[in-house]
């Protein structure tokens, strides 16, 4: 599976988002769809997950009630809506999948940034 990650950009604090992950090849209902985020000078962390039949949302405490995961079966994509941004989520997303049965994720995107300014 590829992965293809877009919809970063500069906006002020408070603004909203929405980022896509679009995957290339068969998925499966039970594989994951992760979103993660790398921010200067940090360990890259997760943000939220899913699996692709829509089952089993998590989010990190620091986007519970902002940040919310969609998906699209028809065009196989996946999206984050991030609301109320901070400067605190600055940094470089990406998405992940993590197929039926591995026990961790093997395909990534190539990252979007997200800047939100104060």
């Known amino acids: 599976v590829q992965l293809q990650a877009c919809g970063g950009g500069l906006v002020q604090a408070g603004d909203s988002l929405r980022l896509s992950c679009a995957a290339s090849?068969?998925?499966?209902?039970?594989?994951?769809m992760g979103w993660f985020r790398q921010a200067p000078g940090k360990e890259r962390e997760f943000v939220a997950g899913?699996?692709?039949?829509?089952?089993?949302?998590k989010y990190a405490e620091s986007v519970k009630g902002r940040f919310s995961l969609s998906r699209d079966n028809a065009k196989n994509t996946v999206h984050l809506q991030m609301n109320s941004l901070k400067p605190e989520d600055t940094a470089v997303y990406y998405c992940?999948?993590?197929?039926?049965?591995?026990?961790?994720?093997?395909?990534w995107g190539q990252g979007t940034l997200v800047t939100v300014s104060s």
């Open positions: 899913m699996r692709w039949n829509g089952a089993g949302m």
């Open positions: 992940a999948y993590q197929p039926v049965g591995a026990s961790d994720y093997t395909s």
């Open positions: 090849g068969r998925t499966f209902g039970s594989s994951v």
